[in-house]
């Protein structure tokens, strides 16, 4: 057995995964490299979900009766865990959505309805990058389209990271926001935070940023950012899917509109008007999504237990392992940054012309699950003249005889395509 140094006990962390020991294809153990698109969960998150369900289940800040005050101590607490885990200043900047992506169309739609000094309109400028996810690209782009400001974004150079060459006329007097990824979901690269949040607030503007890639598998500190949003998922951290985080500043959060109306974020309403409660309420509108927090909650305890900092080591370990196998594929090109430093746990690559579709399905035939597409990240495959990828990302639970299991699976694949 390889061993590497800095790995977490992974045989004991990974008994806390039943799907782990599944078997596919009948008499294949699961090889899952697919943690990028979503996480396996600890029987703790299926065990705090279930419980909920059996024992708490009721809507929340409602009623009076004693399930009801239950439902809503375990949501409000599972905010609390939030806070705690992002160091958020406090626990009312933490908003639940049910997912990153309604995290980054939030900011994007209350800054189209916001008055000023926040309002985007069609003398001011928008900043994405060109290596985001569609849901950093499409909610910018409606908002661009729905109001006349100009869109812009950074390039990518040929290694896979941000071309800041140009960042003083990329992001200008006239930028009301800058949103980017903290780390790429298809290119693995570890974007440089502090140079971008600098020259956003040397001309004033609000800074977002989607931690979708990096709060699962770093230490995430909102303060240390120095962004105005961080938006995460909750599914990628072991949490169930449905859930989702945006943390905003306070001051922010007080002043801008609400997204979405309905119950619960009201504070009074007539029939000619309204009033709003307080964030995070009045970004919550109607039913939250209440087992999927408790499940969020219990997530957090559990990577909490292990310590994201060990996390971090390990997955820089596996991911420092892999480059290397990966290295001696024949034919085999890493798409993005080719060390493991300044690179999360995501690994993408083309393999000579076998398109990458084939190259997953015959994968998949040997058990092995890993991701195949433009990963919603069409803009990287056009600006390296790629059709797709397949992507192999990784986990505290992944180990290095995994790596060595896909590395054999590709020389099967090229065996199968000659």
Not at 107 to 123: K, S, T
Request: charged content about 20%.
């Amino acid at each position: 057995m390889t061993q590497l140094p800095g790995l977490l006990d992974t045989e004991a962390i990974r008994k806390d995964f039943p799907i782990l020991d599944r078997m596919v294809h009948d008499d294949r153990k699961l090889v899952y490299l697919d943690n990028a698109a979503t996480s396996q969960k600890p029987r703790q998150v299926l065990d705090a979900l279930s419980g909920y369900y059996e024992r708490y289940n009721a809507n929340v800040h409602r009623g009076v009766h004693v399930l009801a005050e239950e439902a809503t101590a375990l949501y409000e607490g599972a905010r609390d865990k939030v806070a705690e885990f992002i160091n958020a200043p406090s626990r009312d900047e933490v908003i639940f959505t049910k997912n990153a992506s309604e995290s980054l169309n939030l900011v994007a739609n209350m800054l189209g309805w916001a008055d000023e000094p926040y309002r985007v309109d069609a003398e001011t400028e928008i900043v994405i990058t060109e290596m985001e996810h569609h849901s950093n690209i499409v909610p910018w782009q409606l908002l661009s389209q729905r109001t006349g400001a100009k869109l812009k974004w950074f390039g990518l150079t040929d290694d896979g990271r941000l071309d800041l060459s140009n960042i003083d006329e990329i992001i200008t007097e006239k930028t009301k926001i800058v949103s980017f990824v903290l780390v790429s979901n298809i290119l693995g690269t570890i974007n440089p935070v502090e140079a971008i949040v600098r020259r956003a607030q040397e001309v004033g503007a609000l800074v977002c940023i989607d931690a979708s890639q990096a709060a699962p598998h770093m230490p995430m500190d909102v303060q240390a950012l120095q962004a105005d949003f961080v938006a995460f998922t909750g599914h990628k951290m072991c949490g169930p899917t449905g859930i989702g985080v945006l943390w905003g500043r306070q001051e922010l959060l007080e002043d801008l509109p609400p997204f979405l109306g309905g119950g619960e974020m009201i504070e009074t309403v007539s029939m000619h008007s309204s009033t709003y409660a307080p964030a995070p309420h009045k970004f919550e509108a109607g039913t939250p999504p209440i087992a999927q927090a408790v499940g969020l909650g219990a997530a957090i305890d559990y990577l909490s237990a292990i310590g994201m900092d060990k996390i971090l080591a390990h997955e820089h370990a596996i991911t420092e392992y892999a480059v290397k196998r990966l290295g001696e594929v024949p034919g085999l090109r890493i798409i993005g940054p080719a060390t493991a430093e300044e690179r999360g746990a995501a690994i993408s690559f083309t393999l000579g012309d076998i398109h990458p579709h084939d190259v997953g399905q015959v994968l998949d035939e040997q058990g092995i699950a890993v991701r195949v597409g433009h990963h919603c990240a069409r803009p990287v495959c056009l600006r390296y003249g790629i059709p797709a990828t397949t992507r192999a990302s990784f986990y505290l639970y992944s180990t290095p005889a995994e790596i060595d299991a896909l590395v054999e699976g590709l020389e099967h694949v090229r065996n199968f395509f000659g």
